[in-house]
């Protein structure tokens, strides 16, 4: 495992949100965002062009709550809508969930540690206030996706989503990378899931790199410990910038 590269200005990055720039919070709606980074992410997005992206599971309406009044690039729910500009769509037909969506409720019901997130094109279930309730939720989600056509089931820290099936951040990358101020740029894609492995596969394909925030098997070529650390690295970026011509890092 490398240390963090060098950014340049002759980047594209791609950040995850959750466990990535913030830290896990119990609950979706109680993550906090660190004082200084929303003019961090500003900056930086000025720097490169245009040349930064949000890339998450969330809705986009949580991304640009949580990051107003900056709104960014957006591939939310894991690649099932984009932001490219200002208008948003979906990279993908939208599935009828109405079956997974009766099945999460019931057990949400009947489960008072268990959450649902309803959104445009999936729907997730977090157990991690009741983590014992794993294998149920897992068999539930399995049971009601036999109703779907579609989709796939997608785990996460303490989440389970169904979503799109072919939807996914290494997919969203490589979509963006194909458009201005994108293209022909070198990607960087920070994440710190094993959703976000499919989002090293791709930056790593296309020459750039892969940064995993905490502890965990990857396949990113480098390693950032917390959250903390990573949004310093990104302020020193901002702060003492360097520039393409200089000498690229391995």
């Excluded at 480098?222 to 949004?231: D, F, G, I, S, V």
């Amino acid at each position: 495992m490398q240390l963090l590269p060098l950014l340049t200005t002759a980047h594209a990055l791609f950040l995850d949100f959750d466990g990535t720039l913030t830290e896990m919070a119990p609950r979706p709606e109680a993550v906090r965002v660190a004082s200084g980074l929303v003019p961090t992410l500003s900056a930086l997005h000025t720097q490169l062009g245009g040349a930064l992206a949000i890339v998450t599971g969330r809705r986009e309406a949580d991304i640009d709550i949580f990051l107003a009044p900056l709104r960014l690039p957006l591939a939310s729910e894991h690649g099932a809508q984009y932001r490219l500009t200002d208008t948003s769509y979906p990279s993908i037909a939208q599935p009828d969930l109405e079956p997974v969506l009766r099945a999460v409720q019931e057990l949400v019901t009947l489960h008072p540690g268990l959450l649902m997130e309803p959104k445009r094109s999936s729907v997730a279930l977090h157990y991690r206030m009741a983590p014992h309730l794993e294998d149920l939720c897992r068999q539930a989600l399995v049971c009601a996706m036999q109703g779907v056509d579609g989709v796939e089931l997608l785990p996460g820290k303490c989440v389970f989503e169904v979503k799109p099936r072919g939807t996914n951040k290494g997919q969203a990358i490589t979509d963006f990378m194909t458009q201005a101020p994108f293209a022909g740029r070198i990607p960087v894609f920070v994440g710190d899931d094993v959703t976000d492995e499919a989002g090293f596969a791709a930056v790593q394909a296309l020459g750039g790199w892969g940064i995993k925030v905490g502890e965990g098997p990857t396949m990113a070529q480098h390693r950032c410990m917390t959250p903390a650390a990573l949004r310093g690295w990104l302020s020193a970026a901002r702060t003492h910038w360097n520039h393409p011509h200089q000498e690229r890092q391995p």
